[in-house]
């Protein structure tokens, strides 16, 4: 009796055919997304970066921060802060500090914000004539109070520094525009 050979062909197929589609289901299966924490979903990351320069001045500034928003309403968050600015012959000054941030947006389109500053500040002179200098470090608290408007992640706006003190050499003014993108 001579023998088939359908049965082992399709039997050769069957084998095939299960070890294709189950490849197929371990692959879709390993791909699914993992859940994210409910935690980092409610982080935004921002700050702000300053250059200006020129004819023998220079200012540099970096500023990034991070905020958690508690609900659509209220986010509170940290921030850093490094400045460098220095005007040649006359004096040169390095701030360093931390931000304790709160927004409040009453409605989307408008942003309160309260902004606590604590920042180390290393001023240095020197005498118009170059002949003395001398060197001022001290901690400054600033406590800015803001309104700003807000489209998508960008706020523009202005706000006042309410323990301002023109004998600090730290800001110049107490009104202060700004421009903030949190992503």
Known sequence: MKKSTFPPLTKHLFIFFTLFFYENVIAQYQQ?????NPFWEKVQFGG???????SGYTDISVAPSAIYNINPYLATGLGLQASYVSSKGYYDSGIYGVSFLTYIN????????????????NN???AYNGYSSYTDNFWNTALFLGAGYRTGNVTVGLAYNVLFNENDNVYSDALMPFVRAYF
């Open 124 to 126: 240095h002179y020197e």
């Open 106 to 121: 009453p409605i989307p389109e408008i942003q309160l914000s309260i902004n606590l500053n604590e920042s180390y500040v």
């Open 32 to 36: 699914m997304p993992q859940p994210r």
């Open 48 to 54: 702000g970066l300053g250059l200006s320069f020129g």
